[in-house]
């Protein structure tokens, strides 16, 4: 029996391996090689050699304005777009569960902004707003107002239209996810609810997001991650700018890395904005954790 058991656990092992080499060659040694070159002097255009310099680098990020600018930025893009892609996302889901009048084609077109790429995303909204010629003036021009607008000239308003943007990519793979975790609770806790004089909204309110709590949990942290994947949007819409309005932490590490040429600062500014991700996700992988138990 014992070798029947170490048999059956060697072919678990024998099945795992690939997958976990793969992770490990994929993710841990690329962080554990940003964190080495980040306490190392690293720059092409400079005669001084690669060498160690210890936490010399992490310093410097306390006295960088424009990286305490990215922080702000990258706050903003967290924290706005996923509370709208959580709230949007749950009444899409609801709206399409209840099969509400005038939702029946939006299972097919409410994925679209989610299939497209970022960078074709960032196009499209550029020939949106783009002034004089885009949708916004002539969505303008129907209503009789005239909306010459740069929206992307000023640091508010371009900061705005990366938001917008961010949610309207997000929103869908958010409302999938819960119309999937509301199609598995039960239809007799919401008949129960019917009887007991609850409307619809009252019934979700009460049943749907207390049980989906756990998979809000989840998809929030899904987002977090996510929120700031839109790196090709900003480097179509805005480039960072105007003024650093829409340079997040690893926009400004790209910039840092590729067109200064400074490998151990942009490797730095990388380490800085992992932990700051761990951060923000730690508490929603512990509830997580302990909703599991």
Known sequence: MKNIIRHRDSAYLAMVAPSAILLVIITIIPILATFYISLHFFNPTSTRQFGWVGWENYGYLLEDSRYLNSLRVMLWLIVIPVALQITLGMALAIALKEKLAGTSWMRVLFLLPA???????GLVWKLFIVPGAGGVTYMGSLLGIDLQLDLLSSPNSALFVIIVC????????????FLSSLETISKDLYEA?????????????SISIPIMRPVIMTVMVFRILEALAIFPIIFILTGGGPAGSTEPVNYYAYVSGFQYLKIDYAATIIVSFFVILMVFCAPFLIRIARAAR
């Open 166 to 177: 961010s949610t309207w990519v997000g929103t869908p793979f958010v409302a999938l996810l």
């Open 115 to 121: 299939v497209i790429p970022p960078a074709v995303s």
């Open 193 to 205: 609810a019917h009887l007991d004089g609850a409307g619809w909204l009252q019934s979700h309110w």
